[in-house]
């Protein structure tokens, strides 16, 4: 196994690999993975637990390098110690469970309000108190609708869960998925096969992850599909199991599609439904099926829905006032 962390940029990044890459070094010795530093990047490769390991520990370096932090000769090692014996009672917890995958996020070591993707020493943050809400619902509900305006971060939080319960192995894959429908174009009339037709449509799901992990890693994972970003017509007949599964810019589907989405949900999986009903490109609003099934599932047990407000974009501040001018013209 081999993984790519990418370091804190600037002068902070001596305090991750340590004098003389004194703290790399260590990692190798004690671990026995080959790590290689290069162009601000440290490559690790060996054993699967290994590198796992020594992942977490340069993350965690990482992370203490942003906050201006220095580790000692002895508190690296106590670092190595203390993932390595983490690693080891995981292990044994697994081994006398009926399943191989945790409860997803229930402890605070899993779950401590940081969404950890693999984009080291960036750990995605709640800026608002109902994105909060939202990262809380999809930590606890297997099923979470975000609803709200656009730049409040439905989407991006949404891909940023899906990361890190895939670093944190609660899940084996990621799906995500939109409906192909266009404000005013349609797919014909762009040139390309059908793959070349449907890019522009899940183009913002690629930008998030591209935020997220790094190049090489996603190329990676779409090829051996533990990332999956598809059209929502090709989820008919699927079921997703050991997934988490997002539906974006729902308020374009019909209530036929969301039926067919939602009754995709596996064993082990989580959805996380994301749109804005007021900017539906539906002919018909009352066959908008984010609106359906908001009203049918409220209350349902296992179900989430947050409602997110212009207070929490997070995007440009014109964003806000740009909605507020709006205001509630859907089209």
Same mark, same amino acid.
């Given at each position: ?88 009672? #995981? ?16 402890? #605070? ?223």
């Amino acid at each position: 196994m081999e993984v790519t962390i990418r370091l804190i940029n600037g002068p902070q990044r001596a305090g991750v690999v340590g004098p003389a890459e004194r703290n790399l070094k260590m990692i190798r010795e004690a671990l026995g993975v080959q790590v290689t530093s290069r162009d601000g990047k440290v490559s690790v490769a060996g054993e699967r637990g290994s590198v796992v390991i020594a992942r977490n520990v340069l993350e965690a370096l990482n992370a203490a390098a942003a906050d201006e932090q220095t580790f000692t000769r002895q508190q690296v090692l106590d670092l190595i110690s203390g993932e390595s014996q983490r690693m080891t009672a #995981e292990s044994d917890e697994e081994a006398t469970s009926s399943t191989s995958f945790r409860d997803p996020l229930l402890n #605070e070591a899993a779950w401590d309000g940081r969404l950890n993707v693999y984009v080291a020493g960036r750990p995605v943050k709640a800026r608002t108190v109902n994105q909060d809400l939202y990262i809380r619902a999809i930590a606890e509900q297997d099923l979470v609708f975000g609803m709200g305006p656009a730049g409040t971060g439905k989407t991006y939080l949404a891909v940023a869960a899906a990361v890190h319960m895939l670093k944190t192995e609660r899940v084996r894959r990621i799906v995500l998925t939109r409906p192909a429908v266009e404000a005013g174009e349609r797919l014909g009339f762009l040139p390309g096969d059908i793959r070349a037709k449907v890019n522009p449509y899940l183009r913002p799901l690629f930008d998030a992850l591209n935020d997220m992990i790094e190049y090489n890693t996603l190329r990676r994972f779409m090829e051996t599909d533990v990332v999956e970003v598809s059209p929502l017509a090709f989820m008919r007949g699927r079921t997703l199991n050991h997934s988490f599964v997002i539906l974006d810019e729902a308020q374009n589907a019909t209530k036929g599609q969301m039926k067919m989405f939602l009754t995709r949900l596996g064993h082990g999986s989580k959805m996380v439904v994301t749109g804005d009903p007021t900017q539906t490109d539906l002919d018909d609003i009352r066959d908008c099926g984010l609106i359906d099934a908001a009203d049918k599932l409220h209350g349902t047990t296992g179900v989430s829905l947050i409602t997110f407000a212009k207070q929490d974009i997070v995007r440009h501040n014109l964003v806000q006032r740009i909605i507020e001018a709006y205001g509630d013209d859907s089209r």
